[in-house]
């Protein structure tokens, strides 16, 4: 209990024993008998001195009759003795603590609770910087983190370029048993690829993992208790059945056995491989292997066994097993369903079915295939993933029959919007049409076509597809590399306000300027051009 914050509460904030109980996080039968206790003794009075320390109070009042204000109610352990007995393999604070209580009561003084045992122990090590002892057991953790010195890879034919590595290494926490790989970019892909091969070279996995709060592993931890991780190295542990139980912040020890390997790698290892000149990742990461390797299997300073001999003989059976295939790293992607009943990935076009017009999807693209997730990740389809630029991959049953109840992009459509800008325009449209499987597929290119008669003129438009009908190619390409050069622009005479901008000053007296209207310049030039003489 923290008697000086139950008497502030008390005497300051007049608090109930209750709420005092409840703020203290103890009973309120406790709580008045602390303030009993404290009432009855002469030689306390509130409020008290700055320097009184809560140990003071309790040698105060918790006293036995017939003993000096100055002993202890319960008796004291040896706190160095507690500390180097939990370095011994199996053992624990709380057997510890049963051996000291079955020993009773000594010179009047009985033995403490587990809890107050274990808060004298913790502010003993507190007061000594030290750390608690954590018992290691076989096949249970792995650590992971990234070395801080790094390597290079030279060039052959400039030798004053070199593109630098950072080398990742992965430690078994039991077994001390512990694996590196050189590494050119730190990205989530190559991450996860690290890691497999991690796995790979220990033969499992373990129940948890440790990895330090670099930002492919870690997106955020601010809150220890519930930390942010990336979503591909959070899918990389579930696929591996395993859990993801990040370092603190700044904290090296959460994480001591791969720290002890870091400077092992640092002094042993990349300090020889720094004089040596690598041309490839594979060529430095050989060497850095071998040496790996050759450290695993050096025995302990004063023991008779290595890391592989701790490895093979007592952890080794006790990693889980890995799964029948290795996590694959998948790009993930948020994409529109367009009116054509597709999305785009890569270039290439996906179909989808007619309810998911335009809503947003996520996608997670594998090497070989792509996998379709709706906004709440659900699983909706996995498509076979094409490299080829602008191809089409179809589910035939995602086509509807007809296309006039699902948006304007239809065929109708498009061959009536073709048909306004000209009858070579209509028949080049029609024949880009018909060059698909599923009208569907032609509707972007319709689109795209069409559009050039904004862009530039229905005039230029029109020519253009009608050379495009002559050379047999009824392509978006053909008229996207083409349509400029049907396009002319006219002159505009010094003297005369143009005609595309409606707003520019009218040279003459009393004529609105607004295009909107009939006696606008440009409609009264318009009807002069046409015979109509008026005057001005």
């Not at 590196?180 to 373990?206: H, K, P, Q, S």
């Not at 791969?258 to 990349?270: C, D």
């Not at 490299?387 to 498009?414: A, R």
Request: glycine content about 4%; hydrophobic content about 30%.
């Amino acid at each position: 209990m923290d008697y000086k914050k139950v008497l502030r509460l008390h005497y300051v904030n007049k608090l109930s024993s209750r709420e005092i109980a409840a703020s203290c996080g103890c009973s309120k039968t406790t709580v008045n008998e602390f303030l009993k206790r404290f009432r009855e003794c002469p030689e306390l009075m509130y409020p008290m001195p700055e320097n009184t320390t809560n140990e003071f109070i309790e040698r105060m009042l918790y006293k036995k009759p017939g003993l000096s204000g100055e002993q202890l109610l319960y008796r004291d352990f040896d706190k160095e003795a507690v500390y180097k007995a939990l370095a011994r393999k199996g053992e624990t604070l709380k057997h510890l603590w049963q051996k000291y209580n079955a020993i009773g009561i000594v010179d009047d003084k009985k033995p403490m609770s587990y809890r107050q045992y274990c808060r004298r122990y913790s502010e003993w090590t507190d007061s000594k910087k030290l750390t608690f002892h954590i018992q290691r057991y076989p096949g249970v953790n792995l650590e992971l983190d990234y070395a801080g010195k790094q390597l290079k890879l030279h060039n052959r034919r400039n030798p004053e370029v070199s593109t630098p590595v950072t080398i990742f290494i992965a430690a078994l926490t039991y077994s001390d048993y512990f694996y590196a790989e050189g590494m050119i970019d730190c990205d989530i892909r190559n991450w996860i690829r690290v890691n497999n091969n991690a796995l790979e070279y220990f033969g499992g996995v373990t129940p948890t993992v440790t990895p330090d709060n670099c930002k492919v592993a870690v997106t955020s931890n601010r809150n220890w208790i519930d930390p942010h991780l990336n979503k591909d190295f959070q899918s990389w542990a579930e696929h591996n059945d395993t859990v993801i139980t990040p370092a603190k912040v700044k904290s090296p020890r959460w994480k001591p056995v791969v720290e002890g390997h870091v400077k092992i790698v640092t002094m042993h290892i990349l300090i020889e491989m720094e004089d040596m000149t690598f041309y490839s990742l594979d060529e430095l990461n050989k060497v850095l292997r071998k040496k790996v390797e050759e450290e695993n299997r050096h025995n302990f300073d004063g023991l008779s066994y290595s890391r592989f001999d701790l490895f093979t003989k007592e952890e080794k059976e006790a990693l889980l097993p890995l799964p029948p295939n290795k996590f694959e790293y998948l790009e993930r992607k948020t994409v529109k369903v367009a009116q054509d009943f597709s999305f785009t990935f890569d270039k290439v076009h996906y179909s989808m079915p007619r309810k998911y017009l335009k809503q947003e999807i996520e996608i997670r693209a594998g090497e070989k295939e792509i996998y379709v997730y709706n906004k709440h990740g659900d699983h909706i389809r996995t498509h076979k993933r094409s490299y080829t630029p602008k191809d089409w991959v179809i589910i035939p049953s995602d086509m509807p029959e007809e296309y006039k109840d699902y948006g304007y992009w239809n065929v109708p459509y498009f061959l009536q919007k073709a048909s306004a800008v000209g009858p070579d325009t209509r028949s080049l449209i029609d024949g880009v049409i018909r060059k698909y499987s599923y009208p569907v597929q032609s509707f972007r290119s319709c689109f795209g076509i069409l559009k050039f008669a904004e862009r530039y003129s229905r005039e230029a438009l029109e020519r253009c597809c009608h050379d495009a009908l002559l050379a047999g190619k009824c392509n978006y390409s053909y008229v996207a590399n083409t349509i400029a050069t049907y396009h002319t622009v006219p002159k505009k005479k010094p003297d005369q306000p143009s005609l595309d901008n409606p707003k520019s000053p009218s040279p003459v007296s009393g004529i609105y300027k607004d295009d909107d209207s009939s006696y606008s310049l440009k409609n009264l030039l318009k009807r002069q051009e046409e015979g109509h003489h008026e005057e001005y």
